[in-house]
């Protein structure tokens, strides 16, 4: 996977992306809105990039590297993991990097390769209540509130994303053509 943005290449991961991945999410203020919210291990930074790199290869809905065509160092993630009913769209960045619209940026690039190449239907986003960052882009992708929840008794809330209207008209017009065929 490839893409460009105007800032950034999006592009799979590689094995040579651990240790810059590994110094991200080392960082306490990066992992305090997941999961835990603790600091991730070498160990399971690895791990981590091993198993997008896997889905990557499997079937390309994965979590992509995000890397600055200013300075060329990867800044994070940003892409999709498939779970059993529903794709989660997720995205990690490191903290120098925040607040300069990157993760605004990669987020709909990301969006719209994962519907029009990829095709994905059901994608969602959960993020903690509080995470006023990822709100704020959520709300530019133009998914809908569905459900609030907890984890780690902190408030979550999910987003899905709203069928694209063409779809729902196609719909409408089969069924209207099934219901004149029968007539
Ligand atoms: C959440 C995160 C991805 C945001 O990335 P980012 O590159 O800073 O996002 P952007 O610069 O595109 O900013 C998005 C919006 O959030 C706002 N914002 C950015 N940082 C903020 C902060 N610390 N507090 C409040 N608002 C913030 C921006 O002003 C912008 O709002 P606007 O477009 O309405 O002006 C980044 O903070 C991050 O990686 N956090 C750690 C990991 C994480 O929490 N992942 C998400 C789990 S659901």
Redesign the pocket.
């Known amino acids: 996977m490839y893409l460009e943005t105007p800032r950034l290449v999006i592009r799979s991961f590689a094995i040579s992306d651990i240790p810059q991945y590994a110094k991200i999410v080392s960082d306490p203020?990066?992992?305090?809105?997941?999961a835990d919210g603790l600091p991730h291990r070498y160990k399971e930074a690895e791990n981590y990039i091993r198993d997008c790199m896997r889905r990557d290869e499997a079937t390309g809905v994965a979590r992509y590297a995000v890397v600055r065509k200013s300075e060329g160092d990867l800044i994070?993630f940003?892409g999709f993991k498939e779970l059993d009913d529903y794709i989660d769209f997720?995205?990690?960045?490191?903290?120098h990097?925040?607040?300069?619209?990157?993760?605004?940026?990669?987020?709909l690039a990301v969006l719209d390769y994962g519907v029009r190449a990829l095709r994905l239907r059901n994608i969602t986003?959960?993020?903690?209540t509080a995470?006023?960052?990822?709100?704020?882009?959520i709300?530019?992708l133009g998914f809908s509130r569905a459900l609030e929840g907890e984890h780690h008794g902190r408030r979550t809330v999910r987003y899905d994303q709203q069928e694209p209207p063409n779809n729902a008209l196609q719909r409408t017009r089969q069924r209207r053509r099934a219901v004149e065929r029968g007539r």
């Open positions: 203020r990066v992992t305090r809105d997941l994070g940003c997720g995205w990690r960045y490191a903290q990097a925040w607040s300069q619209g990157y993760g605004t940026e990669a987020a986003v959960t993020t903690f995470n006023v960052a990822s709100l704020r882009i709300r530019k």
